[in-house]
């Protein structure tokens, strides 16, 4: 049997026909002995688990009312009890449910863990109107229990008290995945699922965003988003309409990932799976992307018959890792050690539903693979607008040969420094690197004055025009130019 890792077709911009890829099965299927016993160090919850993340070897695990604390063996450290929770336990104040016998079940939603500030655990719970709990694991003194330090991370928000403010309303009871990428901040992406018939937001709580980014504050008491453009949101006509749930998220070089299970549009029940990706530096959703994503399995002695071809189209789990030293792996996928790959299992889907068969299948992707299919059909014009976010599905090109790519796409917000760059260097064809998100393509000042960089006597050229890189939201000054050009260039170490 051949597995065909990807069929995919840009959206977002962007639909196209298909490619494919394919790995040969392994030739020798491997032996093991059932008659040897394996002792293995177990850990048994009192409620389902539905989360776990690990930091300096402390594996934390988040289950329905419980978060554990499990030294490596799974021994248990410590339990912080979420729930079953009264009206006045919650973060922020609730409505009492119709019916309710007071006490609420506390699902975990996401389970994160930052490593800039204290080393911290974030719990967000279904019962907590969308808000995280942080438990303060190490001050730099020595490691605490779980259960130790724990308040709602929200401003002005305490047990049954407050309505929290947008930024700190994360996650939401259809379902989030929740991604922590560090640089000098803690920036947290986030995708929440929208499911139909799903249960109603209470009407005094926020709803939270379909997928963002926000930071934390510097204070340690909430969230705070960049700018009204580091959201989107389902256009109002599909929610409530539209199914979209996702199911993984995943950082990888200068990307952030998520994986979703959604209709094809707005017109049909028909369901699959689509990647989508986003730069890790924005500070605004400016260069996102989507790509739908399937799984195929063919049998390799008739593969130009149709018949024997099965499309696995519902995600159900995925993990990335790296590659590892086997040759084998590295010949058939075309990837190096150290090269990040995508383990992805798939299910064929019941006809007009999101809901899965017993029939699936596990994929294998490169993540390199994967962004030159992106980097592909973006230059080929295959693109359109996500029109569940955007209300339009018009067709538009983005294929521009001059200066980075990732200058010339149509982003709201620009840097300062991107248009300074574009605008300064307009001859500059050869620097435009295959990762839109990579700053090394971007000479820095010290290969621009020791000629380093190709047609170096044109860049220096553009350095005259200093009024003109500044643009019109500066005023033509000294120190103003100064401050922009060093913002703009990067500087490397001196040379030997």
Known sequence: MNLLPLRATILLWALSPSVQNHCDKSSETSKLNLSVTYELPTFTADFPIQNMVTLDDIIYVGAVNRIYALAPNLTKLSEYHTGPLLASEVCGLTQTRTGSTGRVDNHNIALVVENIYDKGLYSCGSADNGVCRRHVLDEGYSLKGVDEDVYCFADKIMPGEGHPIDPDVVVSPSGSQVLNVESNVITFFVGNSEIPNAGSISSNASRPHTISQRKMKTSQNGFTFFSNLSYMDLIPSLQGNYYLRYVYSFHSGHFTYFLTVQQVSKDTQAY??????????????????????????????????????????????????????????????????GEDLLFAAFAQGKPGSPEPTPNSAVCVMSLKHINNMFKMYMQRCNTIDPYHFTGSDKTSCYNVEPILLKYRLPCHNQSPQATVFAEAFPSLPSFSPDDPCDLEGVPTLTQLLLGKARQDQGLLDSFHDLNKMIGQSHKRSKSASQNLLLKTLRLQQPLP
Not at 283 to 310: A, G, N, Q
Request: hydrophobic fraction near 35%.
């Open 272 to 337: 699959h799976t689509r990647i989508v990706r986003m730069c890790s530096s924005d500070l605004v959703i400016r260069r996102y992307v989507e790509m739908p994503l399937e799984c195929i399995s063919t049998d390799k002695r008739r593969r130009r018959s149709t018949k024997d071809v099965k499309v696995f189209n519902i995600l159900q789990a995925a993990h990335v890792t790296k590659v590892g030293n086997d040759a084998e792996l590295q010949r058939q996928l075309k990837v190096e050690e």
